[in-house]
Nanobody, 115 residues
Framework: QVQLVESGGGLVQAGGSLRLSCAAS????????MGWYRQAPGKQRELVAT???????NYADSVKGRFTISRDNAKNTVYLQMSSLKPEDTAVYYC?????????WGQGTQVTVSS
C-alpha cells in the first residue's frame, strides 16, 4: 500500500505561482512513475505532468513552459511548480503513483486562480 498526501493548493491571482507537494508513505521503495492530474468542475480528470523514477518527464500541452514537475526520491516527494497561472488552471489537483502495477491516488488539493 502507498499513501499520498498533497499540499500547497490555494487561491492565487492570474499570473501568480504555486508549488504543490505530494508526500508518499507506505511501500515506497517500489514506486516507479509519479504524476499530477487535475479535475475542473464538470470536466474529466486530465493529465498535467508525469515523472519517472529516473526523472524523465511528460507534460500536457496546456502547461508546457509554465509548470515543472520534479521529485526527491530521498524524501519520497513529488512537486509541481506552477507559474504564470491562468483561471483555466483552476481545478482539484491530484497526485498519483504507480507501485507494483497498482495505481494510487491522493485526496486532492484545490487550486483556484482568480482573474
Amino acid at each position: 500500500q502507498v499513501q499520498l498526501v498533497e499540499s500547497g493548493g490555494g487561491l492565487v491571482q492570474a499570473g501568480g505561482s504555486l508549488r504543490l507537494s505530494c508526500a508518499a508513505s507506505g511501500i515506497i521503495f517500489s514506486i516507479s512513475d509519479m504524476g499530477w492530474y487535475r479535475q475542473a468542475p464538470g470536466k474529466q480528470r486530465e493529465l498535467v505532468a508525469t515523472i519517472s523514477r529516473g526523472r524523465s518527464t511528460n507534460y500536457a500541452d496546456s502547461v508546457k513552459g509554465r509548470f515543472t514537475i520534479s521529485r526527491d526520491n530521498a524524501k519520497n516527494t513529488v512537486y509541481l511548480q506552477m507559474s504564470s497561472l491562468k483561471p483555466e488552471d483552476t481545478a482539484v489537483y491530484y497526485c498519483n503513483a504507480i507501485s507494483r502495477g497498482y495505481l494510487y491516488w491522493g485526496q486532492g488539493t484545490q487550486v483556484t486562480v482568480s482573474s
